[in-house]
């Protein structure tokens, strides 16, 4: 009921300004790079100046950034006269966008004047509640008023540890993404060709996540950069809400009519269709494909089709079609006989000629892993709906959200609120909890002058108990040569001390003692030895015998001379620059710089003498986890939790090679030190040697 009520504005007395504070924040030093300077082709010219807490056309007041892209930055708004919180999405100036400008408004035009307000699928894809430009220092710049979401699916998903959309939270997904592209195909002849699970957002069922966003602006203004022409803010997270809405479609910047022919190359590349491939006529139809992809993407947590070319080591489009075959077997005549492209990548008898060889054929049912019996059955017939070479044999929107399989994962019409906050939960209940048989519940602690004491102790016992308890009995093999040693220590104490009879062993020693000592008569030499053998003075007692000399040799042998004093290691510099942890460090083998990966999906040089950022590189969608400098190469490597490993080549400061395979995070990596071999490990429980 509050996200439908956010809909409409209320006629009573509209919202006052509030004020937000303009001088107790964090100031982020000039020379850092930050937020949408990080983008490669970033100008700050063409960027509108919001401020926090500036009222722009007399009605929408900016309370805080919720994010930034290419060609826009978003913000969250009070909406004065409506009463209600909404979401800006501010442009670029308009000269930088040309025509795709007014794409994705025509595009909400057309919903209002051919859409039905009663079809089912008008609620999945996101609402337009204004639009109008607003002038800024350097020209004009779209303003589109949207209802305020919650996360894409994407980040949704990245919250899970598994990686994965659990069944019935992928099952109500999949229901209003078939409403939408239902709305969208029949009633508005609208082809979205850009969907994925960044573009799929889950909606927000109550306003404390907004009023929470506007206290914590208030009292906790988040860090940014003061310049002379603008001020440049860190992105702020709504809260997790208390209740979830529906998922919606969004962001119509790439769709097209789809009453007229289209032949260009359109969707993400590892989603892309056959029939764009081939630059053969598409319609609606590719975003079925494309549908069918992403589903595989977010439930099997990897792609269904990589496009990676073995000799360009990059996405190619013949390397596509070669997995297509693997998966699909040839394409018929009939769809090559349309394609401008067809001749390229097939003969005139529709054998592939893409000079790559074609993967090993394989089907659905080997790579599918998470389901089983009929269960698996039916989502395969599903995926089969939606995966075919000739567009005509694809189901419809419509007909995919009635088929029986798309039914049946639904599990009894589940409550998607109340999965999406269960499984968004799930990290904090997988690694905050205490084990039910925590050595905690025994202890009593009494408040007494140890008792902080006390609590180091308890905290280090609740963590050695929960990161050890599965590995307290060492390995039967182990454990029985542990006892071994144990019982020889034992039979050797209690042997008497008898003088043993001289052996050769003792004799070879003696001579070794002796040699040493002639070796080193009258004055001493200076030694660079950490350990040094302590001869007797003159007319000392020594021992007699061969094995008491050995014995006292190697007693002697392993006093230490005393270190000389130094100062106590002192802190000489602390470097921010990172917006999340740091998870990985590596030091170039000459001494001049140093690089540091964080969660924030950036990877920073720094200059070792003087600790100043030289360069920041983008490239990574999630975490990074492992960095490695080659001494031999002027390359960088790195991987992270999107299952990417990429190669820098630190002369053009970019990615000259990816490595793909892992089926899950990449969490570290490691340099032969002579040749050019890397080893990768990560949570698919593989280790790979390139």
């Known amino acids: 009921m509050a996200s439908l009520l956010r809909r409409f504005p209320w006629p009573s007395r509209s919202w006052k300004p509030i004020a937000f504070p303009t001088s107790d924040f964090a100031r982020i030093p000039v020379d850092q790079i930050i937020e949408e300077e990080q983008l490669p082709d970033y100008r700050a010219s063409r960027y509108y100046p919001v401020r926090i807490g500036e009222v722009i ?17 978003v913000w969250l708004a009070r909406d004065l006269s409506g009463r209600r919180h909404v979401a800006l999405k501010l442009f670029i100036h308009s000269a930088s966008m040309g025509g795709q400008l007014d794409n994705e408004l025509n595009m909400y035009k057309r919903m209002k004047e051919r859409g039905s307000r009663f079809h089912p699928g008008r609620s999945a894809v996101r609402e337009l509640l204004d639009s109008f430009d607003v002038e800024g220092p350097d020209g004009q710049h779209r303003c589109l008023v949207h209802p305020p979401l919650w996360d894409s699916v994407l980040t949704f998903l990245h919250r899970n540890p598994v990686r994965r959309l659990p069944k019935p939270v992928l099952a109500g997904v999949l229901q209003y993404v078939f409403l939408a592209l239902d709305f969208l195909h029949n009633e508005c002849s609208i082809i979205h060709t850009d969907i994925k699970a960044d573009n ?126 693997a998966l699909l077997g040839q394409p018929p005549q009939h769809l090559l006989s349309r394609g401008n492209l067809s001749s390229k990548f097939f003969s005139d008898k529709g054998e592939f000629q893409g000079g790559i060889p074609v993967p090993d054929p394989i089907t659905l049912e080997e790579i599918e892993t998470n389901l089983d019996g009929e269960d698996k059955e039916m989502f395969l017939r599903m995926m089969r709906m939606m995966l075919q070479w000739e567009p005509s044999l694809r189901s419809s929107a419509k007909e995919l959200g009635d088929s029986r399989d798309a039914a049946a994962m639904e599990v009894a019409e589940p409550n998607l609120s109340s999965l999406a906050l269960q499984n968004a939960r799930r990290s904090k209940l997988l690694f905050a909890s205490i084990p039910a048989e925590s050595p905690r519940k025994k202890l009593k602690l009494t408040q007494d002058p140890a008792v902080g004491e006390q609590r180091e102790k308890d905290a280090l016992s609740v963590r050695l108990h929960a990161e050890y308890r599965h590995l307290q009995a060492l390995p039967p093999a182990l454990a029985q040569k542990q006892a071994n040693a144990a019982s020889a220590r034992k039979k050797a104490k209690k042997q008497p001390a008898s003088e043993p009879a001289a052996n050769p062993d003792d004799q070879k020693a003696q001579k070794l003692i002796e040699g040493i000592a002639e070796k080193t008569p009258g004055a001493q030499e200076p030694s660079t030895a950490l350990v040094q ?37 002192k802190l000489m510099r602390v470097i921010s620059g990172h ?112």
């Open 533 to 569: 053998i302590r001869r007797p003075p003159p007319g000392a007692n020594t021992p007699h015998t061969p094995s008491q000399a050995l014995s006292s040799a190697r007693a002697q042998a392993t006093q230490q001379i005393k270190p000389e004093w130094h100062p106590p290691w």
């Open 200 to 325: 799929i957002m889950l909606g927000i069922g109550d306003d404390s996540v907004f009023i929470d966003f506007e206290e914590e602006e208030q009292r906790n203004p988040l860090p940014r950069k003061v310049l002379d022409d603008r001020t440049i803010y860190l992105s702020r997270e709504l809260g997790m809400p208390k209740r979830l809405g529906a998922p919606v479609l969004c962001d119509f910047g790439s769709a097209v009519y789809g009453d007229v022919e289209h032949r260009e190359v359109v969707q993400p590349s590892v989603y892309r269709s056959p029939e764009v491939i081939l630059q053969a006529p598409w319609d609606y139809k590719i975003d079925i494909w494309n549908v069918g992809c992403m589903v595989w993407d977010i439930f099997e947590g990897g792609h269904l089709f990589f496009g990676h070319d073995p000799e360009s080591d990059t996405y190619r489009s013949r390397a596509h079609l070669a997995d297509m075959i």
């Open 57 to 73: 056309r007399d009605r929408y007041q900016v309370v805080g950034k919720l994010g930034f892209g290419a060609t826009s930055t």
């Open 579 to 690: 917006l999340g942890w740091v998870r990985a460090l590596a030091v170039e083998p000459n001494n001049q710089w140093f690089a540091s990966g964080a969660g924030d999906r950036t990877i920073k040089i720094w200059d070792l003498a003087t600790g100043n950022l030289r360069l920041t590189l983008t490239g990574h969608i999630s975490t990074v986890r492992g960095l490695a400098v080659s001494p031999r190469h002027p390359y960088l490597f790195s991987c992270g939790e999107d299952k990417m490993v990429k190669c820098w080549d630190l002369e053009t400061n970019r990615v000259i090679r990816h490595y793909h395979g892992h089926l899950s995070g990449v969490y570290t990596l490691a340099l032969h030190p002579t040749l050019d071999v890397l080893v990768t490990g990560g949570r698919d429980g593989a280790v790979r040697v390139w």
